[in-house]
């Protein structure tokens, strides 16, 4: 414990120095959103490994995978898959057409304000959704790893990402998560040697051992995820959500050029990716050094397996080597939940206050000192909140928010991304009809199935991506369909394609 | 006027020949890891004696699968990577000074 609290304190001061550093040289608009775009790939690349590892890959994917065998590694695999949708499709049109949110793109698409309205609403509904599990998990992690009360480590949580974003901006967030990323490979890599030397070298013994101890079915899909539709959401959840996911894909605005754009996500998808393939050998060596009993008793989840092996295998419980590294573990955990929930206040601040406010109430009529003001301010408001959501989250069953939040970013925000840059004929109808039904389809389904309802589900899927991933789609092609052919706008459409590969704007 | 018109046009049509050759290659390539990937989860969800026949080992043929996935994703990122920096970035690059030159042109 003591051990823990030192090393998170010595992260914490990094990272208030960083956002001391950082708010002296922001600024501008530019410079609160999106770090002035000045970062390279390689910086980008370890920041987004920092925003996109979130606890649950941090920790959940090596618990799953110790407790339920394959089913742990089909979770890990799915993170890193879907960064070639993002590569293919959204990193480089991206960083051509928008400038600081999401909504900028729809925007400079469409040119209407209840095309912005729709996308704001999108942003708004997956960042808290997103958030208030990632609040309710830091208070239970928080408190399992240091022994502070809950809402005393939501709050901490909250008042740390508060003064990183309203201070520091997107710079303080950034090399927030860079540090972040750094610590958690360095983890890893730490791991993954004192395992393989364990095994001499060769991950195979692994799987014989798990094999020999848990018999074959451990090693064989379907203990974890039971409904094979299920299965097959989660999957597109995934490869299509990531891409919808605000937070994520705004730090594409924080390299100079497409071409950076591109080389980050690169970066990222081996920085992130090896660490996702590493989670699975961890959960492995967890079932064989550990034993599933000793996990469960810790935490049902299994959410602690990965600092209680970095414990086993530098000495064990009550060794120094031991204790250092579950306190190393536990405190790159919480410095993962930070990371995280930085980004998501900064993307719902940067919504609420350029979207909506700037953009939608003032039509655009703000000066960029002022706006900077209002975004600290917005943050701050968004902050308090999720503190708040996160204190009465305590208890609740949040999981079905986690489902909701991938669920949304995939029917609704994803489908409205990809028409407005590659149809010619999408329309503000098509904004407004894929949205709303991805949305509504997305919450709804998601209220009535087992996550919220247990037993007394009125339908069987608790992520019901693949049902609400198509209907986003109808919704857009119908909503375009109705409200008619828009000649003005699809005239535009090839000025408008001429940025998105290029990235040239014409006036 | 006219020379506006020509050079805008040039953008315009070079624009669309970008589209077209990333139609070509990225079509085929989303096809790859959307059949890979999810095909891996169908076949784990739809077909477990199958995913669990022996390939190394102890180590069944759903790993396999998996590990093939990790390998699939980093080898399109790194051909993408290349095929941009030769196919998309010249055409891009001659569709921008296109447009530009029909911008000094007005």
Known sequence: MTITLGIFT????????????????????????????????????FAL??????????????????????????????????????????????????????????????QTRTSLLAVIAGTVVVNFAYLMPQMAGAGVLVRLLTGISYDWAVIFVGVSMIVYVAFGGMLATTWVQIVKAVLMLSAGAIILVMILSQVSFNPLLLFEQAETKYTASYLLPGNYLKNPFDQISLALGYVFGLAGLPHVMTRFYTVPDAKTARRSVVWVMFLAGSFFLCTTIFGLA????????????????????????????????????????????AAVAVATILAVVSALTLSTSSAIAHDFYVNWVKHGHVAGKQEVWIARAVSIVVGLLAIGLGILAQGVNVAVLVILAICVAASANFPVLVLSLFWR????????????????????????????????????????????????????????LIAGRDINNEKRFDAFLLQVHTGVERK | MVHTRTSLEAAHASIRLLVEEKLRYLAPMTAIFLTCYIGLTALAAF??????????????????????????????????????????????ARAAAASREAETVK
Request: some cysteine; charged content about 10%; overall charge neutral.
């Open chain 1, 425 to 480: 004929r999408f329309n503000t109808g098509g904004v407004i009809g894929g949205m709303t039904l991805g949305l509504v389809s997305s919450v709804l389904l998601a209220m009535i199935g087992p996550a919220m309802r247990g037993a007394d589900a009125l339908w069987p899927l608790v992520n019901p991506t693949i049902v609400s991933l198509p209907l986003g789609f109808l919704g857009g092609v119908l909503g375009t």
């Open chain 2, 47 to 92: 077909a477990k004696p199958f995913v669990g026949l022996k390939v190394v080992g102890h180590v069944n043929l759903g790993f396999v699968l998996i590990a093939f996935n990790y390998v699939l994703s980093w080898g399109l990122a790194i051909a993408y990577g290349y095929i941009a920096q030769h196919k998309f970035d010249p055409l891009a």
């Open chain 1, 49 to 110: 490994a920092g925003d996109w590892c979130s606890a649950a890959a941090f920790l959940g994917f090596s618990g799953l995978t110790a407790l339920y065998g394959m089913d742990g590694a089909f979770y890990a695999i799915g993170p890193l898959v879907a960064f070639c949708t993002v590569l293919f499709l959204i990193a480089e049109p991206m960083r051509n057409t928008g400038k600081y949110t999401l909504g900028d793109i729809v925007r400079s698409r469409m």
């Open chain 1, 10 to 45: 010595v992260i914490l001061l990094i990272t208030v120095g960083i956002t001391y550093w950082a708010a002296r040289r922001t600024a501008t608009t530019s410079d609160f959103y999106a770090a002035d775009s000045g970062l390279t790939a390689a910086q980008n690349g």
């Open chain 1, 286 to 329: 967890a079932a064989d050094f550990l034993g599933q009993d000793n996990i469960r008793a810790v935490d049902k989840g299994g959410n602690l397996a990965l600092p209680l092996l970095a414990q086993y295998l530098a000495g064990g419980k009550g060794s120094f080597g031991g204790d250092l590294m579950l306190g190393f573990v």
